[in-house]
């Protein structure tokens, strides 16, 4: 449900605002892209063996580091323009798992 939110409100700020129809048909076309991979939300900002809490400087940092721990466990990367992801704060992160623009 968390990335459910998040995809939609980044979605819906680009490229501007769009119809709600066509946010919709845009994200059914991602989703039905053969290299699409959905990932349920199975991590937990509470396991201490994936996240180091003292190093979530901020809570805007939040989703990020979620969302670069879900990218981990499932083989991926995180790719974002944001460079203020502190990558110590999730444990197991390397530096393939993300791509700053």
Partial sequence: M???SITKRRIAGWP?????P?????LGAAIAAK???FWPDSVSLCDSDRFEPNRILTPKT???????GLAEKNSGRLVTFDQAIPLAA????????LLVL
């Fill in 35 to 37: 290299e699409h991979a």
């Fill in 2 to 4: 968390l990335h459910t």
């Fill in 90 to 97: 999730a444990s197991r992160v390397k530096d393939r798992h």
């Fill in 62 to 68: 939040l989703t990020d580091i979620y969302l670069l």
């Fill in 22 to 26: 066509e946010i919709i048909r845009r």
């Fill in 16 to 20: 501007g605002r769009l119809p709600v």
